[in-house]
């Protein structure tokens, strides 16, 4: 069993700051990509950031140069730190891993993508 916590989301007026956490806990023996997304109301959800376990990084052009995401390999989290923010960055917002666990059986690994509960993060004008 993989479980994905986030925390962190909140309210925040535009040109503040938040950092999101998203900690993996549970059957790991790998976590190749850990990303960030995000879901507003009536909208599709929107890939925003992804890390790879060497650090490597992706922005969507929305957040480029606002929010940046960084992993701590050795706690299994991922974070995003969102700088300058605006009200149009209002939405719920998803961590998402990709994750490589022992099989039952002990002969191999498996690999699943897991997503977070979600944490709400609102931007007043």
């Known amino acids: 069993q993989v479980q994905l916590v986030e925390s962190g989301g909140g309210l925040v007026q535009a040109g503040g700051s938040l950092r999101l956490s998203c900690a993996a806990s549970?059957?790991?023996?790998?976590?190749?990509?850990m990303g960030w997304y995000r879901q507003a109301p009536g909208k599709q959800r929107e890939l925003l950031a992804t890390?790879?376990?060497?650090?490597?990084?992706n922005y969507s052009d929305s957040v480029k140069g606002r929010f940046t995401i960084s992993r701590d390999n050795a706690k299994n989290t991922v974070y995003l730190q969102m700088d300058s923010l605006k009200p149009e960055d209002t939405a719920v917002y998803y961590c998402?891993?990709?994750?490589?666990?022992?099989?039952?059986?002990?002969?191999?690994?498996?690999?699943?993508?897991?997503w977070g509960q979600g944490t709400q993060v609102t931007v007043s004008p």
């Open positions: 549970g059957s790991i023996f790998k976590i190749s990509i």
């Open positions: 890390a790879t376990s060497d650090a490597s990084t």
């Open positions: 998402n891993a990709h994750i490589f666990s022992p099989t039952t059986n002990g002969l191999g690994y498996a690999a699943g993508d897991y």
